[in-house]
């Protein structure tokens, strides 16, 4: 079974900006893609943000386009978020997500595998 573990979560002003990470319990070629979610309190979990693990094509919500990069590294295991100019409608649990298809619809039952998630709370 897949484990996935987030951190970098954490309390950021209006514009700022956090790094968020996934470390995955073994070889990351074997999840064909990778991504991130967020679930807000009172809505639905939405797609962030997913990167195909063997030729690293990415796609972004139209809401963080320009604002947030996701990247991974194989040899580490580790998927990252970079989210820069943080808004307070940025602020959720960020999950995430193994084993899935990458696709412009980054949706959530694509993927197989979910870590428990990290808050990010952006402040006015």
């Known amino acids: 079974q897949v484990q996935l573990v987030e951190s970098g979560g954490g309390l950021v002003q209006l514009g700022g900006s956090l790094r968020l990470s996934c470390a995955a319990s073994s070889f990351t070629y074997d999840y064909y893609a990778m991504g991130w979610f967020r679930q807000a309190p009172g809505k639905e979990r939405e797609g962030v943000s997913c990167?195909?693990?063997?030729?690293?094509?990415?796609h972004y919500a139209d809401s963080v386009k320009g604002r947030f990069t996701i990247s991974g590294d194989n040899a580490k295991n580790t998927v990252y978020l970079q989210m820069n100019s943080l808004k307070p409608e940025d602020t959720a649990v960020y999950f995430c997500?193994?084993?899935?298809?990458?696709?412009?619809?980054?949706?959530?039952?694509?993927?197989?595998?979910w870590g428990q998630g990290t808050q990010v709370t952006v402040s006015p």
């Open positions: 990167i195909s693990v063997r030729d690293g094509i990415t």
């Open positions: 997500a193994a084993r899935g298809h990458c696709t412009s619809a980054l949706r959530p039952r694509s993927f197989g595998s």
